[in-house]
């Protein structure tokens, strides 16, 4: 019986910040890690530690300051991991195309869930009929992959190699699995990318699942960071579903 899954993103890492010995500069007490880190980079360009400009002598000037002028560069210095689950593997793809991100996604050739874990479209999922009927095919897919692979791996029975024997058989039956199959990732980014993808993919042009994603993103990041994200404004459609832009990324 397919089950149906929803998305869940966690912020598992960040990067973390301590002044180096030596230099006569501390960080304003409001500033997260992050912010700190990037405020940093971008005085030991200059050696400003002393803050001679008033207007940018804040943690929250000089971000403001930086990424109005296009100096996103310095943003590349704070990372944050997050882990994804029940995202399609057709949003998974979209995903994969921000290459400045570093990616380890769930095996299908490793792991054999019991289930039929899949993801609704909105459009699907909000409609009884149509969600049996999409719920139904996945089933029945499943049952063509559970048949393949018992067929595989009798095939393969001469592979003295267990393991070797369970992933030639898991990845060739997983070609006739869904788009709409569950998959998981750890992501890591630089908040430099991090704001390039909620860009692109919090827009009201994009799928509505990575957009979902996108804006999911965009709220645990701005905890961490509020002033690298507080140019964000999200807000909702008509549909329901929720969208974000900034007048700085394009």
């Known amino acids: ?16 910040f301590a002044v180096p010995p030596g230099v006569d500069w501390v960080p304003d007490a409001g500033a997260t890690d992050a912010e700190a880190i990037v405020e940093f980079a971008g005085r030991a360009c200059y050696e400003t530690f002393d803050r001679p400009n008033p207007h940018t002598a804040t943690n929250k000037a000089y971000l403001h ?3 109005d002028v296009g100096h996103d560069a310095l943003l590349e210095h704070a990372t944050a991991t997050v882990y994804i689950r029940g995202l399609s593997r057709a949003a998974g ?20 869930e019991g289930s039929s874990e899949v993801v609704l479209p909105a459009l699907i999922a909000e409609d009884e009929e149509l969600r049996r009927i999409f719920l139904r095919a ?3 897919t499943r049952f063509i992959y559970d048949e393949l692979l018992r067929a ?3 095939n393969l029975a001469g592979e003295p190699n267990s393991l070797l024997r369970r992933k030639k058989a898991r990845q060739a039956a997983r070609a006739v699995l869904p788009n709409a199959t569950e998959t998981r990732f750890v992501v890591t980014g630089n908040y430099r990318a991090w704001r390039q993808f909620i860009a692109a993919r919090a827009s009201e042009h994009a799928d509505v699942e990575i957009r979902s994603l996108a ?3 965009l709220e645990l990041l701005r905890d961490n960071a509020p002033t690298l994200f507080d140019d964000f404004l999200i807000s909702e ?5 929720k969208m974000a832009t900034s007048p700085y990324v394009s």
């Open 1 to 16: 019986m397919a089950v149906e899954s929803s998305l869940d993103v966690q912020l598992i890492a960040a990067s973390q």
């Open 152 to 154: 595989l791996e009798e």
């Open 65 to 67: 300051h930086i990424i």
């Open 93 to 112: 793809n979209e995903l994969l195309r921000h290459r400045n991100f570093s990616f380890s996604q769930l095996s299908q050739r490793f792991v054999h």
């Open 237 to 241: 459609l008509s549909d329901g579903t």
């Open 138 to 140: 996945a089933d029945e």
């Open 215 to 217: 804006v999911t993103c």
